[in-house]
């Protein structure tokens, strides 16, 4: 284990514990399919658990500053351009997701005010550290194609949310947005934005951890 792996650790289990925090204390029981993750730190829709997903999103997002410290480290010499990018996501993305658990903490509703400002933000973080991480699986590629296969599995779930939202869009307009009463529509789960939102959220994790291994094995490959 390279050094800021234990950040990644240290995040990933702050992260898990505000998310099941969050989620024990929503009201009727969290839907994990039809329920979409701002809801979780929403003080509207969940009044006695929305502190605790805000405030572990932002812990996480300023312990996985190190993290990335590490990884920028690890790559510094040669870098290529892309991973210079792909790091300033990063970090671009960890700014916007600290912001956006602040936000959350502090304010009732901040698009009340700023209009759409909650959901820029929520947009920011997503694609920050999407294109982060899928910027440095480039840079991995041009060393081992075979890690073109963990950039295919972490897009995939973006792939699909902009399938089925347009196809829900050009089809189904009337449903409205995702909640819990597509459950008792009977509306099939893979049409949900929360469902594909979740594993998008999962791949994330996942792919931020494996940036640990593999620019391990780039650096270890340039030395032998």
């Known amino acids: 284990m390279h050094k800021g792996t234990g950040w990644y650790f240290a995040s990933l289990l702050t992260m898990s514990v505000g998310l099941i925090l969050a989620a024990l ?14 809801a979780l730190a929403s003080k509207k829709h969940n009044p006695d658990g929305s502190s605790w997903f805000a405030g572990g999103l932002l ?7 190190p993290y990335v410290s590490s990884l920028n480290d ?25 912001m956006l658990g602040l936000e959350r903490l502090l304010i009732r509703d901040l698009s009340a005010w700023v209009h759409k400002a909650h959901e820029i933000l929520g947009i920011f973080t997503f694609l920050g550290l999407y294109c982060g991480i899928l910027g440095l699986l480039v840079v991995a590629i041009r060393h081992h194609k075979h890690y073109v296969l963990p950039l295919l599995l972490i897009v995939s779930p973006l792939i699909a949310i902009a399938v089925t939202q347009l196809w829900l869009y050009l089809e189904q307009r009337d449903l409205g947005w995702v909640d819990t009463h597509w459950r008792a ?14 594993l998008a959220i999962g791949f994330l994790w996942t792919g931020l951890g494996l940036l640990s291994f593999i620019t391990s094995r780039i650096v270890d490959s340039k030395n032998n």
């Open 59 to 65: 812990l996480t997002m300023i312990l996985l500053w």
């Open 185 to 198: 529509l009977g509306i099939p789960f893979w049409y949900s934005f929360a469902f594909w939102q979740w």
């Open 25 to 38: 204390h929503y009201p009727g029981g969290f839907d994990w399919v039809y329920t979409v993750a701002s």
């Open 74 to 98: 690890r790559l510094a010499t040669p870098r290529p351009k892309t991973g210079k990018v792909a790091v300033g996501m990063l970090r671009g993305g960890l700014i916007c997701g600290a």
